[in-house]
């Protein structure tokens, strides 16, 4: 007899396991026409196209977790999308004068230490699983928060004052992205002085 359940049978069989991937494709699709729209002024078409893609986030994950469609690929896509839309956002607004330029950067900055870390943690210790902590799940959430206030502001003439969403991103940004250096050096001096002893 087997030692699969029924369920992991079934999820292995099951062409749909490919869904959550798909809709993260989907999003990072959705990356150019959201930019553009950006640049164009069109907040409107802007804010829905946002609201697509966070919809869709909730739902490739609600898959994967409910129906156990996990994958070393969704693992990947899922958080580029992510990446992928938010920083584009931002730079877009920099760009037109709707976000503070050092804010923007502080983002940008952020995000590229991390792909760098990442790719020096493959290169080094070849193995790398993702854990994002809760200071990085809250500064991922202030920066959409942020990103769809602006475009709402935007697209409804509201007059939202921007001074403290701007100062919550920005600190959340910079205690993520000295989180993860310090949690990826103490990992990195751990992992390696391990495979010193043991060799």
């Not at 739902?59 to 969704?74: E, H, T, Y």
């Not at 500064?139 to 959409?144: K, L």
């Not at 600190?171 to 310090?182: E, F, K, M, Q, R």
Request: with cysteine; glycine share 10%.
């Amino acid at each position: 007899m087997s030692g699969r359940s029924p369920a992991a049978g079934a999820a292995g069989d099951n062409p749909l396991r490919h869904l959550p991937n798909l809709i993260s494709l989907l999003r990072i699709a959705l990356v150019a026409p959201l930019v553009v729209t950006i640049l164009l002024g069109r907040y409107e078409f802007a804010l829905v196209i946002a609201v697509v893609a966070g919809v869709s986030d909730g739902v490739d994950g609600w898959l994967a977790r409910r129906f156990r469609w996990q994958s070393k690929l969704g693992s990947i896509l899922d958080p580029a999308a992510d990446k992928l839309m938010l920083v584009g956002c931002i730079v877009a607004l920099g760009w037109l004068g709707e976000a503070p330029r050092w804010m923007v950067a502080l983002v940008v900055a952020r995000d590229a230490v991390i792909a760098l870390g990442v790719l020096a943690w493959h290169r080094v210790l070849r193995s790398f699983q993702a854990h994002p902590s809760w200071l990085s799940k809250a500064t991922t959430v202030a920066q959409i928060g942020f990103v769809l206030l602006v475009l709402a502001a935007q697209a409804f003439g509201w007059r939202v004052p921007m001074a403290i969403p701007v100062w919550i991103v920005a600190i959340l940004t910079a205690a993520s992205g000295i989180d993860y250096v310090v949690r990826w050096g103490l990992l990195a001096r751990r992992e390696l002085k391990g495979r010193g002893t043991s060799t």
